[in-house]
C-alpha cells in the first residue's frame, strides 16, 4: 500500500504509520498531507506537514489555554511528529535552513506535550567530548519515582528523538520501563546543531550515557538494557561489546557490517572478491559506474550523496564507502556477554546478514522473526510496530525481571523462513 505518490515522499512520509498506537499521528491525516503534496516536490512535502504541524500545534495551545490540557498534551505531541517529518527530503551539506527551523520546532512541540503529563519529562543533557546531547528520561507509567530497568534507545541513520519517543520509548514506558532517549552523533540535534558525524566506535558514546543514567536515583544499575533500530542494529551491538554495565542488548536488525550491502554490490558490477574487501580503494572505473547508477536513482541519491554524505562528514562516494568500511564488528563479536535479542524481518534488506551475525555470538542469544503475513516483514516492522514492541518487552522482561521457565542460552522464536538475502 502506498499513500504518497513519489517513491521516496512515500517512504519517509509513511514512518508515522508506526507511531498510531502510540499518539504520533492518525492514518486519516498522513493521508491528507499526502493529497496536498500530491505529485509535488520536495518542497511542497515539506511545505505540506508544516502546514499540517502548524495546524496540530495551534489546536494545541488553544486546547491549553481553555484547561484541557489532556487534549493539548495529544496535539503538541503530534505537531511534533509532524514537525520532524517535514524535513529529511532536504538532508544534506550545507544544512538547509528548513531543516535546522523545523528541528527547533519539532523539539519545542515535543517538550510542550511532555511537560503536560502526568509524569512531566523535561530535557536533559548529557556529556560528551566537548557537547552535550540531548535527551529525556520517559518515567515508567504510574511509577516514575520507583527504581526500575531502564531501556536506553539508539537511533540510527534517518531518525530524531522522537521517533525513538513514538516507536518504542511510548511501549516501554506503559510496560513498566524507564526509558532513556537521545540524539547521538550524526543524528537529531546533535548532528543538526553541533556538526557532529556518526562514528563507528558507539562504545564509547554509550559509555558516556551509561555515565549518565547512573546519576539517576530511578534507574536500576544492575537492570540497564541497551535497544537499537535501522541502523541502531550495528551500533547496539557493538556497544555491547565494549560497554560491560549493560544487562541486555536488542538489535532491530542485527547487523555486523554496514559495508556489506555496498560491498555485494560492487562485486555484481564487476569487482572480484579482493577490490571489494576495501570499498574505500575500489578502481576508479568501477566507482564511477557505481556513483552514476546512485545518481541517476532518486532513492539511492538521497540515502547516499544527501543523507550519508552529511551524517558521516564525506566529501564523496570513495570518501563514504572509506568511512562505511570503519562500521563493523570485526573480530568484537565475541566481546558480546549480555543477553541478546536480533530480529529478523522477513523482507528487510538490512537483515541479510542478520542470521550470519547471530549464529556467532556467543552470548546468551535470541532471534525473533516478522513475517509478512502479519504485517511486519519491512524494515524495523514499520507496519506493525506494536507487534515488535510486545515481543520485545516480553523478552525483556524475562531477562530483567525472570521467572521459572524464562528464556536462557540460545532460541529463536516462531516459525522460520530463509531471508530473501539467503535464498
Not at 498510531?20 to 505540506?48: K, R, T
Not at 504541524?53 to 493539548?72: T, V
Not at 549464529?359 to 546468551?364: K, M, R, S
Not at 516492522?381 to 531477562?399: A, F, G, K, Q
Request: proline fraction near 6%.
Amino acid at each position: 500500500m502506498t499513500i504518497f505518490k513519489d517513491p521516496l515522499h512515500d517512504q519517509l512520509g509513511t514512518w508515522p504509520i508506526a507511531y498510531i498506537p502510540y499518539g504520533g499521528a492518525d492514518l486519516g491525516e498522513i493521508e491528507s498531507v499526502a493529497a496536498v503534496v500530491d505529485e509535488g516536490d520536495d518542497d511542497a512535502f515539506h511545505l505540506a506537514w508544516t502546514q499540517a504541524a502548524d495546524r496540530l500545534y495551534a489546536d494545541a495551545r488553544a486546547a491549553q489555554s481553555n484547561g484541557h490540557e489532556a487534549s493539548a498534551r495529544a496535539l503538541y505531541l503530534k505537531a511534533a511528529c509532524f514537525f520532524g517529518k517535514s524535513y529529511h527530503a532536504h538532508f544534506g551539506w550545507p544544512v538547509d535552513p528548513r531543516v535546522t527551523e523545523a528541528s527547533k520546532r519539532q523539539i519545542a512541540a515535543f517538550e510542550s506535550g511532555l511537560e503536560l503529563g502526568r509524569e512531566a519529562s523535561r530535557p536533559m543533557r548529557i556529556p560528551f567530548e566537548n557537547i552535550t546531547m540531548l535527551a529525556y528520561l520517559i518515567p515508567a507509567q504510574g511509577r516514575s519515582n520507583e527504581r526500575r530497568p531502564l531501556l536506553i534507545l539508539t537511533n540510527g541513520y534517518d531518525a530524531s528523538i522522537t521517533d525513538l519517543y513514538f516507536a518504542s520509548a511510548v511501549a516501554a514506558s506503559r510496560r513498566g520501563y524507564h526509558c532513556l532517549i537521545f540524539d547521538g552523533p550524526g543524528q537529531g540535534t546533535t548532528l543538526i546543531e553541533h556538526g557532529m558525524q556518526l562514528r563507528p566506535d558507539w562504545e564509547t558514546v554509550i559509555a558516556a550515557v551509561v555515565d549518565f543514567a547512573l546519576t539517576l536515583p530511578q534507574v536500576d544499575p544492575k537492570r540497564i538494557a541497551l535497544s537499537g533500530w535501522s541502523l541502531g542494529g550495528y551500533l547496539a551491538p557493538r556497544a555491547a561489546s565494549g560497554e560491560a554495565r549493560l544487562a541486555a542488548c536488542v538489535a532491530d536488525p542485527g547487523q555486523a557490517s554496514i559495508a556489506r550491502g555496498f560491498r555485494e554490490h560492487a562485486i555484481k558490477l564487476g569487482a572480484t572478491p579482493e577490490e571489494a574487501a576495501d570499498l574505500g580503494a575500489l578502481p576508479e572505473p568501477l566507482l564511477a559506474k557505481m556513483e552514476q547508477i546512485i545518481a541517476a536513482d532518486r532513492g539511492f541519491r538521497w540515502s547516499f550523496m544527501q543523507r550519508g554524505y552529511w551524517v558521516n562528514g564525506a566529501r564523496n562516494l570513495r570518501d563514504y564507502l572509506a568511512r562505511i568500511e570503519q562500521f563493523t564488528m570485526g573480530d568484537r563479536i565475541e566481546l558480546i556477554r549480555c543477553p541478546t535479542l536480533f530480529t529478523l524481518a522477513e523482507d528487510d534488506p538490512l537483515a541479510s546478514g542478520t542470521r550470519e551475525f547471530f549464529d556467532a555470538l556467543q552470548c546468551p542469544k535470541t532471534l525473533i522473526p516478522f513475517r509478512t503475513s502479519e504485517g511486519a516483514g519491512e524494515h524495523c516492522e514499520m507496519r506493525n510496530r506494536s507487534i515488535l514492541n510486545d515481543r520485545v518487552l516480553d523478552w525483556l522482561d524475562d531477562v530483567l525481571m525472570p521467572r521459572p521457565g524464562s528464556i536462557t542460552g540460545e532460541f529463536v522464536v516462531g516459525q522460520q523462513f530463509d531471508h530473501p538475502a539467503q535464498r
